[in-house]
T-cell receptor
Framework: DGGITQSPKYLFRKEGQNVTLSCEQN?????MYWYRQDPGQGLRLIYY???????QKGDIAEGYSVSREKKESFPLTVTSAQKNPTAFYLC??????????????????FGAGTRLSVL | GQQLNQSPQSMFIQEGEDVSMNCTSS?????WLWYKQDPGEGPVLLIA?????ELTSNGRLTAQFGITRKDSFLNISASIPSDVGIYFC??????????FGAGTILRVKS
């Protein structure tokens, strides 16, 4: 099955701990994204990557870090510097990151999310 | 970051009713997207709009890209119980970044 897989579904973080959320896609998409969702708010962009070995900060990158060593994987680390990490985290991917000019290739498709809570 | 104004914030539906929701922005977008999210899941794409004035249907769903390129609406006709969920609009300018509305929560009248 082609798709975007996020794991784990639920994650708990202790005080001062870094945790890593996994996102894997087998769609052969170049671009991948991480969003944070809080109740009653739209999705907010944390980081995005248009191509392997490259990533850019989104609107709320502080306290988070990412890597993009493989095309199919874009893990997100929530560091201890993120003081309010409790949220629903969504990973998305698109065929390309806006480089082709074909807007249909920019459509973002989402994984099922990871809910992070603080112990 | 920028957000879209999506309304209504929530609404109750009775089976068989038609539903309307809309998004407005102070900025122009080149693409409008509508997603639906079920509880505990990721958003699923419903409709993509690429041209000002475009009207597109997907089953009982119809969406339009506003002429000014600053708004879009989504209609659901003859609603059914499985229509409940959160509906998000998203606008895309040049490049790949999306701006999301805060969502419209659809609930069932009891």
């Amino acid at each position: 099955d082609g798709g975007i897989t996020q794991s784990p579904k639920y994650l708990f973080r202790k005080e001062g701990q870094n945790v890593t959320l996994s996102c894997e896609q087998n769609l052969n998409h170049d671009a991948m994204y991480w969003y944070r969702q809080d109740p009653g708010q739209g999705l907010r962009l944390i980081y995005y990557s248009q191509i392997v070995n490259d990533f850019q900060k989104g609107d709320i990158a502080e306290g988070y870090s990412v890597s993009r060593e493989k095309k199919e994987s874009f893990p997100l680390t929530v560091t201890s510097a993120q003081k309010n990490p409790t949220a629903f985290y969504l990973c998305a991917s698109s065929i390309d990151g806006g480089t082709s000019g074909d807007r249909a290739k920019n459509i973002q498709y989402f994984g099922a999310g990871t809910r992070l809570s603080v112990l | 970051g920028q957000q879209l104004n999506q309304s209504p914030q929530s609404m109750f539906i009775q089976e068989g009713e038609d539903v309307s929701m809309n998004c407005t922005s102070s900025s122009i977008f080149n693409t409008w997207l509508w997603y639906k999210q079920d509880p505990g899941e990721g958003p699923v794409l419903l409709i993509a709009l690429y041209k000002a004035g475009e009207l597109t249907s997907n089953g009982r769903l119809t969406a339009q890209f506003g002429i000014t390129r600053k708004d879009s609406f989504l209609n659901i006709s003859a609603s059914i119980p499985s229509d409940v969920g959160i509906y998000f609009c998203a606008g895309q300018g040049y490049g790949n970044k999306l701006v999301f509305g805060a969502g419209t929560i659809l609930r069932v009248k009891s």
